[in-house]
């Protein structure tokens, strides 16, 4: 793309990184990471917002009449987005986790505020961590970011927000009474285990994630003899398929986006999906990481530069358009975007950022959800041996005292705000109003009452309402 902005000075970013002033730091990384996004310009005009427009929105036609059948000419009608088609939520492995009944609260009040979908906690290593003694009860006893299936789900269903199981094999962490190291039993614990939780969660799930980074096996401190057989994953998705007939089934992989983007039809997910589909297992969603770890070891002024690729929308979007080649919906599972140091200009980038990645996701014809990750400063993963600690990352969108971040601010008015239709209309003579909005749930406002109807892709146009 043709662009007269001058390159950036390297070396003055690097001296800007080494001071001790906290808005000089921070805003070399906002030179660092904002520059693709500020390159794309005519991308964001010309490519981005035009498929925001004619992928997420659509025509409206509704008409009003009386009991009797006569258009209502003439009347003044107020219309309402009231819920996203679209799903945008994050993990809720934070619920009823602090240590206080207010934290609790406060944790309960926002969540539906600002999301419509749930991330639940299936770690079989947390879930049944005794043989034969699984955690599903709500009042299953606590383990730290682990919260029990049921309890989630009940909130979800109380506060009219889906919930998502993650994950059904994610041979990492397992249980440590199980035979590791014999195939047989392993994957006769494992038919076990998709048997009861289909048994348990049939129909009351979004969706069903059925492997999580195997990719990243080879990493793993502890796995089982399975994740060395060759069609590991066409068994997991038959025996998922078997289990579950009628629910989505999802596949998960870590950050590949801009890898994808870079390597075309040669990257390892790419090529991994197209040889499940080739040996027919039944994916029926593609879904991939978007963790931006910035530092979870190293500071994050020594490591950024490994991790700018994740800011260049003109990669992202093609890693993304070679995924979506396989016709599959597609979902950014797992959101990550740091903080880059202290202060209000730290947070006001972080929240920069969100803005441009949420636009670039959003934008994508087959994209379906966005579930950032850990929303909460301080409460993310930390392995045991401290060697990792996502905390160092401030990749939350709340602090600690639960109060939202710029971020959090930010992906909650573009949700309610800018990508939401609210519009007031007169009624024609053939009791007809028209408009443009985005897919989801609406209310109608008319002579004092309240009606409900939905804007929905590939569904009738025009809808009579009487009132």
């Given at each position: ?87 945008y939520g994050a993990n809720i492995f934070l619920l009823d986790e602090f240590p206080t009944e207010e934290e609790n609260q ?170 499940l589909l080739l040996k027919g297992a039944s994916i029926d969603k593609i879904g991939i990481q978007n963790h931006i770890f ?80 850990n929303t909460v400063e301080g409460m993310a993963y930390r392995r045991p041996d401290g060697a990792s600690d996502e905390n ?76």
């Amino acid at each position: 793309m043709e662009t007269n902005r001058q390159p950036l000075d390297m070396d003055r970013i690097r001296e800007m990184l080494a001071s001790e002033d906290q808005k000089t730091k921070v805003a070399a990384f906002r030179m660092l990471c904002m520059e693709k996004f500020d390159q794309a310009e005519d991308l964001f005009q010309n490519c981005i917002e035009p498929n925001i427009e004619k992928y997420r929105k659509g025509d409206c036609v509704l008409r009003l009449t009386d009991e009797q059948g006569k258009p209502l000419a003439n009347q003044r009608v107020k219309i309402n987005q009231t819920g996203h088609d679209f799903k945008y939520g994050a993990n809720i492995f934070l619920l009823d986790e602090f240590p206080t009944e207010e934290e609790n609260q406060k944790y309960r009040d926002f969540f539906h505020q600002y999301f419509n979908l749930a991330t639940v906690p299936f770690y079989w290593a947390e879930l049944e961590p005794e043989q034969d003694k699984p955690r599903y009860a709500a009042d299953s006893y606590k383990i730290h970011r682990r919260p029990a299936p049921d309890l989630c789900v009940d909130y979800c269903n109380e506060k009219g927000i889906l919930p998502k199981l993650h994950c059904l094999f994610y041979d990492k962490f397992i249980p440590s009474w199980l035979p590791k190291q014999d195939a047989a039993e392993m994957k006769r614990f494992y038919e076990k285990r998709f048997a009861e939780i289909a048994e348990r969660y049939t129909g009351k799930m979004y969706e069903f994630e059925v492997s999580n980074e195997l990719l990243d096996e080879w990493k793993w401190d502890a796995q089982s003899v399975l994740c060395s057989e060759r069609d590991i994953l066409v068994w997991a998705y038959d025996l998922a398929r078997k289990y579950f007939p009628n629910e989505t089934l999802v596949i998960n992989e870590s950050n590949r986006t801009p890898e994808i983007g870079e390597q075309d039809y040669r990257s390892p997910y790419f090529m991994l999906i197209e040889n499940l589909l080739l040996k027919g297992a039944s994916i029926d969603k593609i879904g991939i990481q978007n963790h931006i770890f910035c530092s979870t070891r190293y500071k994050q002024e020594d490591v950024i530069y490994n991790y700018l690729q994740y800011f260049d929308p003109e990669k992202l979007l093609k890693g993304l358009g070679h995924l979506s080649e396989f016709g599959k919906p597609l979902e950014i599972t797992e959101i990550t975007i740091p903080t880059f140091g202290e202060g209000e200009e730290a947070e006001q980038l972080q929240a920069d950022l969100l803005n441009r990645l949420y636009h670039v996701w959003f934008s994508v014809p087959n994209m379906e959800t966005l579930v950032y990750w850990n929303t909460v400063e301080g409460m993310a993963y930390r392995r045991p041996d401290g060697a990792s600690d996502e905390n160092r990352v401030r990749g939350g969108i709340f602090r600690r005292d639960l109060t939202p971040k710029k971020a959090a601010l930010e992906l909650k008015r573009l949700f309610t705000e800018q990508w939401h239709t609210e519009v007031e209309l007169v009624t024609d003579a053939e009791g007809c109003v028209s408009f443009r909005g985005f897919y989801g749930n609406y209310s109608a406002d008319v002579n004092g009452k309240t009606l409900t109807f939905g804007l929905h892709k590939n569904e009738e146009i025009q809808q009579n309402l009487i009132v």
